[in-house]
């Protein structure tokens, strides 16, 4: 008995270390760098055209999307740069990439950093709180929906990474388009919410690349990465 109350307790220390070491990262970027409300423009109208025929997309979804589909969309619910592990191979994992993972663990902190700020002025409704006919599959938010947080950290986790690793870039930002559009599959974001993540995302990471904080911790993230990858 004492050994696996030594166990549990060695496990849970390791779960709660992680924990600690992904709540003290810090974002290199926040809204005072990035104001996504001077970049992207503002969501349609709750009863615009644009917005009715989204909602019957995500409704459509809703009655074609397989268990597959379903699947995916609440596996990609995490957001953390291991959902790409399909495509970078068994050695892609957090134990093996201590440096890296660090390195992820501010990338998506400054997601939220960026994008909460921008979603809080324009509290767009998400398409359940606009219709009870939308049954999303995923946990849900009361977060504003424009733009898609998920679709803007998949998209810079998938640039920043395709950048460390060229030879996969196709691969990598396939699952990037993938990870984003999980969130019209789930039913908790429009399509418009997901394209404009797609440009935060892609405004933000090409912010981060010229800063030299960031490419300081990049060099070393990117060497940890291909080292533990053979490349």
Known sequence: MKRYASLTAGLLLMVIGSAAQAEDAKPFVTNKDIDLTMILPPP????????????????????????????????????NVWRFANVMGPNFNKEKL?????????????????????????????????????KPVVKLSSSGSWPSGHATVGTMMGIILADMVPEKRAEI???????????????????????????????????????????????????????????
């Open 44 to 79: 349609p109208a709750n009863d615009s055209a644009q917005t009715k025929a989204e909602l019957g997309e995500v409704l459509t979804l809703q009655v074609t999307r397989t268990p597959e589909m379903v699947a995916g969309a609440v596996a990609d619910s995490e957001e």
């Open 173 to 231: 930002m396939a699952r990037a388009a993938e990870y984003a559009h999980n969130r019209e599959i789930g039913g908790i974001h429009y399509a418009s919410d997901v394209e404009m993540g797609k440009i935060s995302g892609s405004v933000i990471a090409a912010v981060l690349l010229n800063r030299d904080d960031f490419k300081a911790e990049y060099e070393v993230a990117r060497a940890e990465l291909r080292s533990d990858l053979g490349m």
């Open 98 to 134: 201590p440096k890296f993972s660090a390195f992820f663990d501010r990338v998506v902190e400054t997601e939220g950093a960026v994008v909460d700020p921008a979603k809080d002025v324009w509290k767009r409704p998400r398409p359940h709180q606009l219709s009870d006919l939308v």
